[in-house]
């Protein structure tokens, strides 16, 4: 099993629309969440970060976390063109530095 | 604040010869940065994590003789692609967490290094 999975997509939805991206995890000691955005040929961005369960809202994008299920997802309200980019979730597995990324979900987004 | 520069940020070379890549925490100190290497469509592998004053640790199946990582100071880390060949062609991205920050604060990443090799 890998240690974060997420669908590879892509996922597509319209204009105006509500994009969902999930990811789930295999280490229960993980405490921190995150989710990054990264467009074609750029590194990528930080776009929201979540350590409890529950959700974790910022501008269009909410964040869900249920740890007893182990997993995490993004919800990104009002789509637009420009959200149009692959979507990374990372986790912190527990008791290390370092970071480990699910493979990304590709998102279109059509006007 | 957090802001990782990364260079070049892209570099185009012939078979055997050598490429550094620099990564630099502008406005923080960081005792870990980590290199992570991208194929086309492919996610972020996780190549190795750079310590300041010491040595590197490499993940499984990373050449540590041909990926050399510099740390030394709290700002600046280096990876040298030693005796480059086209195989080595990729996207090389550096990242970095605040000092005193552990597992709980994010990432910051350079804008990444594109290599060919020819």
């Known amino acids: 099993q890998k240690e974060v999975e997420q669908n590879s997509g892509p996922l597509s939805v319209p204009e105006g629309a509500i994009a969902s991206l999930n990811c789930t995890y295999s280490?229960?000691?993980?405490?921190?969440f995150f989710w990054y955005r990264q467009y074609s040929g750029k590194s990528p961005e930080l776009i929201m970060s979540?350590?409890?369960?529950g959700d974790k809202e910022d501008g269009r994008f909410t964040a869900q976390l249920n740890k007893a299920s182990q997993y995490v997802s993004l919800l990104i309200r009002d789509s637009q063109p420009s959200d149009s980019a692959t979507y990374l979730c990372?986790?912190?597995?527990?008791?290390?530095?370092?970071?480990?990324f699910g493979a990304g979900t590709r998102l279109t987004v059509k006007p | 604040g957090a802001v990782v520069s990364q260079h070049p940020s892209w570099v185009i070379c012939k078979s055997g010869t050598s490429v550094k890549i620099e990564c630099r925490s502008l406005?923080?100190?960081?005792?870990?940065m980590f290199w992570y290497r991208q194929f086309p469509k492919q996610s972020l592998m996780l190549m190795a994590t750079?310590?300041?004053?010491?040595?590197?640790?490499?993940e499984q199946g990373v050449e540590k003789d041909k990926f050399l990582i510099n740390h030394a100071s709290l700002t600046l880390s280096t990876l040298t692609v030693t005796s480059a060949h086209p195989e080595d062609s990729s996207f090389y991205i550096c990242?970095?967490?605040?000092?005193?920050?552990?597992?709980?604060?994010?990432?910051?990443f350079g804008n990444g290094t594109r290599l060919t090799v020819t």
């Open positions: 406005d923080f100190q960081a005792t870990t």
């Open positions: 979540i350590y409890s369960n």
């Open positions: 990242s970095a967490r605040s000092l005193g920050k552990g597992e709980g604060s994010p990432l910051h």
């Open positions: 990372a986790v912190n597995i527990g008791g290390n530095n370092d970071m480990r």
């Open positions: 280490d229960r000691g993980s405490q921190s």
């Open positions: 750079s310590n300041e004053g010491s040595k590197a640790t490499y």
